[in-house]
T-cell receptor, first 114, second 114 residues
Framework: AQKVTQAQTEISVVEKEDVTLDCVYETRDTTYYLFWYKQPPSGELVFLIR??????QNEISGRYSWNFQKSTSSFNFTITASQVVDSAVYFCALSQGGSEKLVFGKGMKLTVNP | KAGVTQTPRYLIKTRGQQVTLSCSPISGHRSVSWYQQTPGQGLQFLFEYFSETQRNKGNFPGRFSGRQFSNSRSEMNVSTLELGDSALYLCASSLFAGGPIEQYFGPGTRLTVT
């Protein structure tokens, strides 16, 4: 069975601080995909990144960076120099190859205070 | 390009009634998935449709059903509503099935069962 664990449920930081959101996953599949989504107060899930199980390269996109480590089954997300607009609930998700079905973690609420 | 639209946005129903929610995917997208989001259970996969065929189904009772039309629009139906069905129902569309690729989520329909 597939499972995603986001151990942190809520984090509060002050603007410009760096923050890392942890994600640990479980799957028996050799081909799988990992995702991060952001859910602002409006409710709509916003796609941030997709990574497949064969690509362990870290990725940086502006203030966002992702660290994928198969050895520890983790796919962590770091926001550098956080801003108030980053305040949202962040979800890590897992999908097996060939399926659109996403298994989500419980989410982590990030509050960035000015 | 218009995003995923869901109607209605808010709905209040009484226990025992039935409800139909609608989702219009992004133009050209042929795959539609549905998710239920509750504070207790988080985001849970309901179904996935592609070319009017259900490709995948989550672990929900038979009271939850769905369908997809030839124009890729999708509806989900919940019969004999229970208080526990109160949730945000999110629809996601993607270009094709057999991915997973980026899924674009709609704003959701917030269903309240009283």
């Amino acid at each position: 069975a597939q499972k995603v664990t986001q151990a942190q449920t809520e984090i509060s930081v002050v603007e410009k601080e760096d923050v890392t959101l942890d994600c640990v996953y479980e799957t028996r599949d050799t081909t799988y995909y990992l995702f991060w989504y952001k859910q602002p107060p409006s409710g709509e899930l916003v796609f941030l990144i997709r990574r497949n199980s064969f690509d362990e390269q870290n990725e940086i996109s502006g203030r966002y960076s992702w660290n994928f480590q198969k050895s520890t089954s983790s796919f962590n997300f770091t926001i550098t120099a956080s801003q108030v607009v980053d305040s949202a609930v962040y979800f890590c998700a897992l999908s097996q190859g060939g399926s659109e079905k996403l298994v989500f973690g419980k989410g982590m609420k990030l509050t960035v205070n000015p | 390009k218009a995003g995923v639209t869901q109607t209605p946005r808010y709905l209040i129903k009484t226990r025992g009634q039935q409800v139909t929610l609608s989702c219009s995917p992004i133009s050209g997208h042929r795959s539609v998935s549905w998710y239920q989001q509750t504070p207790g259970q988080g985001l849970q996969f309901l179904f996935e449709y592609f070319s009017e065929t259900q490709r995948n189904k989550g672990n929900f009772p038979g009271r939850f059903s769905g369908r997809q039309f030839s124009n890729s629009r999708s509806e989900m139906n919940v019969s004999t509503l229970e208080l526990g069905d109160s949730a945000l129902y999110l629809c996601a569309s993607s270009l094709f099935a057999g991915g997973p690729i980026e899924q674009y989520f709609g704003p959701g329909t917030r269903l309240t069962v009283t």
